[in-house]
């Protein structure tokens, strides 16, 4: 958080990392963002950290 902003995701260039406190919000944030990536014809890459 920052103040009273919830900060879910940080984003650089094409990049993007998605923060949850659990894995049941970050299945929902991921979820959301393929949704919107989608409406746009664009598509997602999961890359999991080693």
Request: proline letters at 2%; aromatic letters at 4%; a negative charge.
């Amino acid at each position: 958080s920052i103040g009273e902003s919830k900060i879910s995701n940080l984003r650089f260039a094409d990049d993007t990392t998605l923060i949850a406190a659990s894995q049941e919000e970050l299945v929902a944030l991921l979820n959301i963002l393929e949704q919107h990536s989608a409406a746009y014809g664009l598509g997602i890459i999961i890359i999991r950290p080693r």
